[in-house]
């Protein structure tokens, strides 16, 4: 029988950080500036203020790594500030796809013309068509063909099932998953319960049959489980219908919008339920795995989902964090714990990639290093 192993991962990290404070500095900016225009207008509640101390407490964010900081930390603007591409240029996300997809396929020992299926998953893509994904093969010279798909925070691991499950039906020897996110992008920054939720990054994964994949470090994919459940406690309206509508481009929900304690209160049963249910269909259970990487969107998040699966709370080797410097990077984020976090496993070391977010949607991969 065949099996997919994974090979090879890479990840783009943008050019700028912004921690904390600057952060705060520039939303307190605006709220001062926004008061006095509410003040002058006879609104009499005032906007309150952030600061470090809250975005701590509320996520485990220091930092974010972004592809502009500039933009974001103008006060009279607090957005990425992006050059806009020619259609001869490539995409700012075909870019940032190209450095991951690269290291992927240096550390599987691939060459991108053995590729067969490329697939761009991510939470936003910056245009609907031609994909990016088949931009992105075409400039690596990879072959077979390409799609992009999108299903929020899980992007990353329902490609993994996708690339995984046409692996083991023998239709392709080698997949590679690329997660471009600029979260920065669709993120509310005069809003104070989310200005400080996202980063940008890029990364990716090879994948490969058993029968042909020739890297030392090999982690096989014993089994992935999906699921989703429709919310609308994470939600993003913004749409090719805005201009047939009226719809103001401009407006909040255009960009992400959030109950965060709903969210958290439904996400982490689910996502806890999904992961223990998935190892039983194993005939595992929590203490057989070495490491969780999960999903870095909140760190009180990841601490109970852990606990659930575990059954103890999880030392910082068992679930490691990496949303404290990269901030919540969409689907991209379980990808960078698992890249940062892996290498130092044992032959026959059990792990978890888990991703979850709007949709809802879950996924989980089980994987042992070879």
Same mark, same amino acid.
């Given at each position: 029988?065949?099996h997919?192993?994974?090979?090879?991962?890479? #990840?783009?990290?943008?050019?700028?950080?912004?921690?904390?404070?600057?952060?705060?500095?520039?939303?307190?900016?605006w709220?001062?500036?926004?008061?006095?225009?509410?003040?002058?207008?006879?609104?009499?509640e005032? #906007?309150?203020?952030?600061?470090?101390?809250?975005?701590?407490?509320?996520?485990?964010?220091?930092?974010? !790594?972004?592809?502009?900081?500039?933009?974001?930390?103008?006060?009279?603007?607090?957005?990425p500030? /992006?050059?806009?591409?020619?259609n001869?240029?490539? @995409?700012?996300?075909?870019?940032?796809?190209?450095?991951a997809a690269h290291?992927?396929?240096?550390?599987?020992?691939?060459? +991108?013309?053995?590729?067969? #299926?490329?697939?761009?998953? $991510?939470?936003?893509?910056?245009r609907?068509?031609p994909?990016?994904?088949v931009?992105?093969?075409?400039a690596?010279?990879?072959g077979? !063909?390409?799609f992009?798909?999108?299903?929020? $925070?899980?992007?990353?691991?329902?490609?993994?099932?996708?690339?995984?499950?046409?692996?083991?039906?023998?239709?392709?020897? &080698?997949?590679?998953?690329?997660?471009?996110e600029?979260c @920065? +992008?669709h993120?509310n920054? &005069?809003?104070?319960? @989310?200005?400080f939720?996202f *980063?940008d990054?890029?990364?990716?994964?090879?994948?490969?049959?058993?029968?042909?994949?020739?890297?030392?470090?090999r982690?096989?994919?014993? *089994?992935? &489980?999906?699921?989703t459940?429709? @919310?609308?406690?994470?939600?993003?309206?913004?749409?090719? =219908?805005? &201009?047939?509508t009226?719809?103001?481009p =401009?407006?909040?929900?255009?960009l992400f919008?959030?109950?965060?304690?709903?969210?958290?209160?439904?996400?982490?049963? /689910?996502?806890?339920?999904?992961?223990?249910?998935?190892?039983?269909?194993?005939?595992?259970?929590?203490?057989d795995?070495a490491?969780?990487?999960?999903?870095?969107?909140?760190?009180?998040?990841?601490?109970?989902?852990?606990?659930?699966?575990l059954?103890?709370?999880?030392?910082?080797?068992?679930?490691?964090?990496? /949303?404290?410097? !990269?901030?919540?990077?969409?689907?991209? *984020?379980s990808?960078?714990?698992?890249?940062?976090?892996?290498?130092? =496993?044992?032959? *026959?070391?059990?792990?978890?990639? $888990?991703?979850?977010?709007a949709g !809802?949607?879950?996924?989980?991969?089980?994987?042992?290093?070879?």
């Amino acid at each position: 029988m065949t099996h997919a192993v994974i090979t090879g991962t890479g #990840l783009f990290t943008p050019p700028h950080a912004i921690d904390n404070a600057d952060l705060v500095a520039s939303f307190n900016a605006w709220v001062d500036a926004e008061n006095a225009r509410r003040a002058e207008a006879g609104v009499e509640e005032p #906007l309150a203020h952030s600061s470090s101390d809250f975005i701590v407490k509320a996520s485990g964010i220091h930092s974010r !790594y972004v592809m502009d900081a500039e933009g974001i930390l103008d006060p009279e603007r607090m957005r990425p500030r /992006l050059s806009p591409r020619g259609n001869d240029e490539p @995409s700012i996300q075909c870019e940032m796809g190209l450095t991951a997809a690269h290291q992927a396929l240096d550390a599987a020992g691939v060459a +991108a013309g053995d590729i067969d #299926l490329v697939i761009v998953a $991510c939470s936003n893509l910056e245009r609907p068509y031609p994909a990016v994904a088949v931009e992105l093969q075409a400039a690596l010279g990879a072959g077979g !063909y390409a799609f992009d798909m999108n299903v929020a $925070c899980s992007s990353a691991t329902f490609a993994i099932e996708t690339a995984a499950n046409a692996i083991r039906a023998g239709s392709i020897r &080698r997949a590679l998953v690329v997660n471009p996110e600029i979260c @920065s +992008a669709h993120l509310n920054f &005069r809003d104070r319960d @989310s200005h400080f939720i996202f *980063g940008d990054a890029c990364t990716a994964l090879v994948l490969e049959s058993d029968e042909v994949a020739s890297a030392e470090s090999r982690f096989e994919i014993l *089994g992935t &489980r999906l699921t989703t459940r429709f @919310s609308n406690a994470i939600r993003n309206n913004a749409g090719f =219908l805005d &201009r047939v509508t009226d719809s103001d481009p =401009l407006a909040t929900d255009r960009l992400f919008v959030q109950e965060g304690r709903r969210v958290f209160k439904e996400v982490c049963p /689910l996502v806890a339920a999904l992961i223990t249910d998935h190892l039983a269909s194993l005939e595992l259970a929590g203490d057989d795995l070495a490491r969780l990487w999960l999903h870095q969107a909140n760190r009180h998040m990841n601490d109970l989902i852990a606990r659930r699966v575990l059954g103890h709370a999880p030392d910082a080797e068992q679930a490691p964090i990496i /949303l404290d410097r !990269y901030a919540n990077t969409s689907s991209a *984020g379980s990808i960078i714990a698992f890249h940062l976090h892996r290498h130092d =496993l044992s032959p *026959g070391a059990l792990g978890v990639v $888990c991703s979850f977010g709007a949709g !809802y949607s879950a996924g989980s991969v089980v994987v042992r290093r070879q």
